[in-house]
Every structure is written in structure tokens, then in C-alpha cells.
């Protein structure tokens, strides 16, 4: 019996190793994501920015932190509880299990499945589900217009994201994250998709809830949206969520149309540098367009968002999925 737990024993020692050698690096990366934010910002705003708390503020991450960390956990006396608590965990944890079949280089991932842009699209929709449920649990009529907003939102530039998906899947012919990154060793899909690459990027700003689609949290009707309930690492989880998930979609949009870990050229000194390098380096890239989005746009209206899903995107991506099966078939091009 002895001999049969100890040939388990390893295997999971190891998978326990690659799945801390992804969190850590992420929590850490969503931590100064918030500064880099803040950093960005003020300079495009001719401010400072942090810049108190450490060298060049750089401890200010971890002062946010241990904040929120000592503060109550305030829980509003009609609320559920159970899914009051809940829901935060849910949106935090499933930012982080989206992971397992993001390929950081060649052969580098923890999940190499065949349905991975499945899996991928299944667990950024599950993320509605914390939304709703914060919103519905805390027993108030802000949060849960919060709720109401983000799920609109969410479900409507969900459907853009699918046809937007599945059109990058005509030209691969794979639902294998990593075999979409290695289609595109001759070219980028950025360049032939470009529109939809486009859309994409769009989508993934209202997808996750970011300026100019921040509508679930509209500051001036509805206090903070559906977590103006929420405190201490309960809203915590909540803000992680959201950071984690802009760079999911930032890794996303990164192999799906930039490349993944392949380099911008496959020669000296390009291709000296290590993928997981090139990989990180793009998500970067992704996010600042992120930030810069934040800093330059003023929020839009609840009707232009609706309108923009579902009479702007939605046809067009429509035309342009049957515009490029049109050509892949015409000219012979489906993989095979």
C-alpha cells in the first residue's frame, strides 16, 4: 500500500510546483499591475503617481495590500452571507484556473488540451456568475443594478468574442492554443484579421468591465456597482479578479493574434530571446493599450454600449467570419 501512494506522491509534488510557478508570478504580476496603472496614468496626466512608499513607490502594491488585509470584513446585516462571501472566491479563483492551458512557450504549459480555446471561452463566461451573485446577495438596490449592468454587458460582447474566436479557428483548422500560435509562424493573425483583432481588443475592454465600458461601476449612479457592498479582502478579491483578468485577456489576444511566444522576426537577434520572454513582453504591450484606453477615453453611455455590441460588432464579425471562409475556400486554403 505503502509502494501505491508513493507513486502518486511525485506526480503531484510536481503539478502542485507548476501550478505555485504560475499563481505566484500572476498575483505578483496583478500587484503591480495596479501601480504600473497608477504610474502610467499620472504620466499621461502630467502627475506623479505613487511614488512615497519605497523607491519610485514600488512598495505601494504591498502597503495596499496589508490594508485591505487588516480591515473588517463588513457584511450588510440583510445580505446572504454564504453567497455574500462566496461570490468574490468565485470571481478570483476562476481569473486563476483559466491558466492551465495558456501555452507561455513551446511545450511550456501546464494543460496542453485539444479544446483549449473552449475551455478558455467556457471559464470567461463562468465569470458572470460572481458578478450576479454579489450584486444579488448583498440585498441592495445599487449593487444589484451593478449586477444587472455587468451581466448585459458581459453576455453581449461575449457573443463578438465567439465569432471573433472562431474565425481565428477557420484559419488554424485546431482548437489547441498552442498549435493557433504555431499557424502563425509565417505571419501574425493581427495582420490578415485585422479588423477583428480590433474588435477583440474592444471587446476584451468590456469584457472585463474596463474604461470606457466601466458601466457596472459607475461612480455617479451607482456608488461603485455591484461590489459597493463589499470591503476589506472580500473587495480584494474582487479587484485581483479584475486585474487577473485583464492579463488573461492580454495573453489571450496575444495568441490569438500576436504570435504567443514567437518572436516578431525568426532571425538573429529576434529569435536569441526566449519565448516565454517575447510572451510576457506582448502581454505587457496588450495592457498598456489597456491603460492608455483608461486615460484617453470618457465613459460611454449605457445605450452606446448596447448599441455597439449588438448593431455594430455582432454583424460585422458575422460578414467577416463568412468573408474569410469565403477566401479560405476559394483559394484553397483550409488546413488541413
Known sequence: MADFWSGYALPTAIIVAQILAIVLPLLLAV???????????????????????G???????IADGVKLLFKETIIPAGANRVVFVAAP????????VAWAVI???EGIVLADINVGILYLFAISSLGVYGVVMAGWASNSKYPFLGALRSAAQMVSYEVSIGFVMVTVLLCVGSLNLSDIVNAQRTIWFAVPLLPMFVIFFISALAETNRAPFDLPESESELVAGYFSEYSSMTFALFFLGEYANMILMSASTTILFLGGWLPPLDIAPFNWIPGPIWFGAKIALVLFGFLWVRATFPRYRYDQLMRLGWK????????WLMVTAGVLVAFDWLPK
Open 55 to 61: 523607491p519610485f513607490g514600488l512598495l505601494q502594491p
Open 89 to 96: 472566491m468565485i470571481t478570483f479563483t476562476l481569473s486563476l
Open 312 to 319: 455594430v460588432f455582432l454583424p460585422f464579425t458575422l460578414f
Open 31 to 53: 500587484a503591480y499591475l495596479t501601480y504600473a496603472e497608477r504610474k502610467v496614468i499620472a504620466s499621461m496626466q502630467m502627475r506623479r503617481g505613487p511614488n512615497v512608499v
Open 103 to 105: 501555452p507561455f512557450g
